[in-house]
C-alpha cells in the first residue's frame, strides 16, 4: 500500500513571494505518477502539476514547478511570484502506473492550507 | 457536460435514514471514481468504476455503504442508515480509461451532514 505524507498543515507566505510545499511518499512500486492539486474553497479539484517517476527532469507549470527527489521518495511543490488566488488548501497525490496504462486510484496527502496575503 | 456535475450540492439528514448521492461524470470518460474527504482529512478513496462494473470497492467502509453505475454515465453512492461519522464531502471524478498521463476531472462534491 502507498502513503503520502504531508508534514505542513498550513503555510502562509506574501503576494509575490516563493513558498515550497513539501510532500513525502511511500511505495515499493517502481512506476507511478505523482500530482498536486488544488482546492479552493469552492472544492473543486484542480490538478497543478503531474510528475512521471521515469522521468528526471522536474516538471513545471508556469509559476508551479517540482523538485522530485525519487531516492528520498520526496515531491515537494513551489510556487513562484505567488497570487491571491493562489489561496487554497493543496494535496499531493499517489497514483500507480500499471502495464503503461494508469488505473487512476489517486492516493492523497493529508493537504496543507496555503494563504497567500497581500 | 462539460464537467463533472454532483447533485445535490449539500445534503442534511437525520441519523438513521438512507441517502443517495449521484454523479454525472464527463460524457465519453469511461473511469468514475468517488473519494471522501473528512472534515481536517485528505481524500479517502471509496470505489472505482470501469464502464459499469467496479473492479475496485475496497474503500468501502461498511457494508452500509454501496454504489451502482448505469449506462457506463451517472453513477449513485448509496448510504444506509447514516451515522454521524457518514459526515463529509463526498468527492466524484472521471476520466479517460486507457490514456497515459490520465488526469482525473474532479465533481464540487456533496458536503453530507448527519444530524
Known amino acids: 500500500a502507498q502513503t503520502v505524507t504531508q508534514s505542513q498543515p498550513e503555510m502562509s507566505v506574501q503576494e509575490a513571494e516563493t513558498v515550497t510545499l513539501s510532500c513525502t511518499y511511500d511505495t515499493s512500486e517502481s512506476n507511478y505518477y505523482l500530482f498536486w492539486y488544488k482546492q479552493p474553497p469552492s472544492r473543486q479539484m484542480i490538478l497543478v502539476i503531474r510528475?512521471?517517476?521515469?522521468?528526471?527532469q522536474n516538471a513545471t507549470e508556469n509559476r508551479f514547478s517540482v523538485n522530485f527527489q525519487k531516492a528520498a521518495k520526496s515531491f515537494s511543490l513551489k510556487i513562484s511570484d505567488s497570487q491571491l488566488g493562489d489561496t487554497a488548501m493543496y494535496f499531493c497525490?499517489?497514483?500507480?502506473?500499471?502495464?503503461?496504462?494508469?488505473?487512476?486510484?489517486?492516493?492523497f496527502g493529508q493537504g496543507t492550507i496555503l494563504t497567500v496575503h497581500p | 457536460g462539460a464537467g463533472v456535475s454532483q447533485s445535490p450540492s449539500n445534503k442534511v439528514t437525520e441519523k438513521g435514514k438512507d441517502v443517495e448521492l449521484r454523479c454525472d461524470p464527463i460524457?465519453?470518460?469511461?473511469?468514475l471514481y468517488w473519494y471522501r474527504q473528512s472534515l481536517g482529512q485528505g481524500l479517502e478513496f471509496l470505489i472505482y468504476f470501469q464502464g459499469n462494473s467496479a473492479p475496485d470497492k475496497s474503500g468501502l467502509p461498511s457494508d452500509r455503504f454501496s454504489a451502482e453505475r448505469t449506462g457506463g454515465s451517472v453513477s449513485t453512492l448509496t448510504i444506509q442508515r447514516t451515522q454521524q461519522e457518514d459526515s463529509a464531502v463526498y468527492l466524484c471524478a472521471s476520466s479517460v480509461w486507457g490514456r497515459l498521463n490520465t488526469e482525473a476531472f474532479f465533481g464540487q462534491g456533496t458536503r453530507l451532514t448527519v444530524v
Open positions: 510528475q512521471e517517476a521515469y522521468k528526471q
Open positions: 460524457s465519453g470518460h469511461t473511469a
Open positions: 497525490a499517489f497514483m500507480k502506473s500499471a502495464g503503461g496504462t494508469s488505473y487512476g486510484k489517486l492516493t
